[in-house]
């Protein structure tokens, strides 16, 4: 059994050391001859050489699985990317008045924040969307004569460089 959990601990080798493993086996399996003989590992490739070939063959297909895996990750990465990307324009472009309005107000301030209710509707799509977050997680509270409470919230950065990345944006938020 101890043989089986040594092989699932070199399954888990990280993948540099497997490359290595990898690069090492295959040298040794395919050297010829002639080269195996000037640096004495004949004799070794004789006698271990079906244990080298089967660590090599181990070691390669790990590797390749591997590098699909991390290509089919990267491609998926970038195609959710996209899709948040068109997400967040969507969301911007179709942005009703109220509020476009206050993204304008948020943008015409120069430190992009506001005070604004915090049990507003408006205020908590918006944050709940991402474009507007709570300065800090302690302030000063407003409380007002209606008992509405007031906190700070500051424009998320991306909000501001997509509207100046976008011509369609900076027309609805910019002017």
Known sequence: MTSFKDFLD??????????????????????????????????????????????????????????????????????????IQKGKYRYLINADKN???LIKEFIKDSTHTLTLPMNDGLIIELQHFGIITMAGSTQLVDVEF?????????????????IKKYDELKDKYMK
Not at 146 to 155: A, E, P, Q, T
């Open 146 to 162: 209606n008992n509405s409470v007031y906190l700070k919230y500051f424009l998320q950065s991306w909000v501001i460089e997509f």
């Open 10 to 83: 070199f399954l888990k080798l990280p993948p540099n050391i497997l490359a290595a493993v990898s690069i090492v086996t295959g040298i040794v399996t395919l050297l010829p001859d002639y080269y195996a003989k000037k640096i004495y590992i004949y004799n070794f490739r004789n006698d271990y050489g079906f244990i080298i070939s089967i660590l090599f063959l181990i070691s390669t297909t790990i590797l390749i699985v591997l590098l699909f895996t991390y290509i089919i990750k990267f491609m998926n990465n970038a195609i959710i990317n996209r899709k």
């Open 99 to 101: 509020k476009s309005n």
